[in-house]
């Protein structure tokens, strides 16, 4: 709740509100950054990014949903994080006699990730609302069905068993897209 104190000041321009941001979600934003540059970025590019995060959320406080500032702001972080990444290996020139096979793997892996993540995407678009709410609200928000019931003003019973009836859905979705994992 005080969080969404915050991003209602934030919202409203408060400076105080955004320095409050700061002192509280920097070690997560950076926690963000540092995750996602694996090593390839120094310490001033991992300032650099954390700062520029808040930068933005600043200057995109209208976008704000009170109850979802932090989520807001690691999507940031991490679109941020992506294009610097994006930019440095722009630049880069591969030497292909040092090119690793398990990086390979790991590229492979990657695409799979992102086709795996659109398929649920557009699984998760066919299940329909309020399933669709509350799966993302437990799986991706990780919140539980309690605080879903809450903040869907369900009973908390039908949030659990939406959440089966849909997990069945999804998985009979995916099932007949041949997704067999």
């Known amino acids: 709740m005080e969080i969404e104190k915050i991003a209602i000041r934030l919202m409203n321009s408060d400076e105080t509100a955004l320095e409050e941001v700061i002192d509280r979600f920097t070690p997560l934003v950076s926690t963000i950054v540092y995750n996602l540059a694996k090593g390839t970025l120094g310490t001033t590019d991992i300032e650099e990014i954390t700062s520029d995060t808040f930068v933005t959320l ?11 500032l932090k989520g807001y702001l690691c999507c940031i972080a991490k679109n941020k994080a992506k294009d610097k990444l994006k ?7 591969i030497d292909i006699d040092e090119v690793d096979v398990e990086d390979e793997l790991a590229v492979s892996d990657e695409i799979e990730n ?6 649920l995407r557009q699984t998760l678009e066919e299940i329909g609302e309020p399933d669709k709410e509350i799966i993302i609200r437990h ?3 990780y919140q539980s069905s309690t605080e879903i019931s809450e903040k869907m003003g369900m009973k908390n019973d039908t949030v659990k068993s939406r959440i089966r009836r849909a997990r069945e859905k999804l998985k009979t979705i995916l099932l007949e897209r041949g997704y067999s994992r």
């Open 87 to 93: 930019a440095a290996f722009r630049h880069q020139i």
């Open 114 to 119: 992102k086709m795996v993540t659109e398929l």
């Open 139 to 141: 799986y991706y928000y």
């Open 58 to 68: 600043w200057y995109n406080r209208d976008k704000i949903m009170p109850d979802k």
